[in-house]
């Protein structure tokens, strides 16, 4: 049972993650009254390696993979390989996305 803004659900599909990073309001339909409630959603902060933060710092200095990899003493499939952790961990598509995403999350130093 959880209790948003005093009312109480029965069902447990209503959860929100737990993360000290970042909040947003949503809005959310209670299905058996219909009622529109606010509540708090924790979005999780995706949980990058010390090396994919390396590479990602690197990206974002605009180094290419192959250089990257010459710089960390990397084979460019194993950049590569970091390079495609990142954009799943982040859940975007390309390293734009995961620069912004990262510095939005405080992630990048």
């Known amino acids: 049972m ?3 803004s005093g009312y109480r659900f029965s069902e447990p ?4 993650i737990v993360s000290p990073t970042e909040r947003i309001k949503r809005t959310v339909i209670n299905r058996k009254t219909g009622l529109i409630l606010a509540s708090t959603v924790i979005l999780a902060e995706p949980q990058l390696t010390k090396r994919e933060k390396e590479i990602l710092i690197l990206i974002r200095q605009g180094f290419l993979s192959k250089e990257i990899a010459y710089k960390l003493n990397l084979s460019i499939y194993t950049v590569n390989n970091h390079r495609k952790n990142i954009l799943a961990k982040l859940n975007v598509d390309n390293a734009i996305e995961a620069i912004n995403k990262a510095e939005n999350f405080g992630i990048l130093y």
Request: cysteine-free; charged content about 0%.
């Open 2 to 4: 959880h209790n948003i």
């Open 13 to 16: 599909s209503i959860i929100p």
